[in-house]
């Protein structure tokens, strides 16, 4: 069965970049929502597998982590899967400290660790 990912706040060349990767090589297909409201209601409409949130949305300059922090205290939200998207492993430590997942950098988009993380969630269910 087709996942679905929510990837949130990123501008059209990473989100372009992060489509190719995720449905090149998972059986999923990747959603664009651009401010934190957008994210919050296309959770609400239908079940996601996995949320991608950068850590500065590139519209509306929404924090990340705050996004997290909400899904998490929402109990309807709370167990979707959620990872950050960021370079930085402050922020990455931020995140898991939050409720997400362990995430990984734009830099590191072609890296196994990176497949091998978003193929957890994406490939559970499968044989």
Same mark, same amino acid.
Request: aromatic share 4%.
């Given at each position: 069965?087709?996942?679905?990912?929510?990837?949130?706040?990123?501008?059209?060349?990473?989100?372009?970049?992060?489509?190719?990767?995720?449905?090149?090589?998972?059986?999923?297909?990747?959603?664009?929502?651009?401010?934190?409201? &957008? =994210?919050? %209601?296309?959770?609400?409409? +239908?079940?996601?597998? #996995?949320?991608?949130?950068?850590?500065?949305?590139?519209?509306?300059?929404?924090?990340?982590?705050?996004?997290?922090?909400?899904?998490?205290?929402?109990?309807?939200?709370?167990?979707?899967?959620?990872?950050?998207?960021?370079?930085?492993?402050?922020?990455?430590?931020?995140?898991? &400290? =939050?409720? %997400?997942?362990?995430?990984? +950098?734009?830099?590191? #988009?072609?890296?196994?660790?990176?497949?091998?993380?978003?193929?957890?969630?994406?490939?559970?269910?499968?044989?």
């Amino acid at each position: 069965m087709t996942k679905r990912v929510l990837d949130v706040g990123n501008c059209a060349a990473d989100h372009g970049a992060l489509r190719r990767l995720i449905e090149g090589r998972f059986d999923a297909k990747v959603v664009a929502s651009h401010t934190r409201w &957008e =994210a919050l %209601a296309a959770l609400r409409e +239908g079940p996601f597998d #996995l949320v991608l949130v950068n850590r500065k949305l590139d519209r509306d300059h929404s924090d990340g982590i705050d996004i997290i922090r909400e899904m998490k205290s929402d109990a309807a939200l709370a167990a979707t899967p959620v990872m950050l998207i960021t370079n930085f492993p402050d922020h990455q430590q931020s995140a898991v &400290e =939050a409720g %997400a997942l362990p995430g990984f +950098g734009k830099a590191s #988009l072609d890296a196994p660790e990176t497949t091998e993380r978003l193929g957890a969630v994406l490939q559970k269910g499968e044989q």
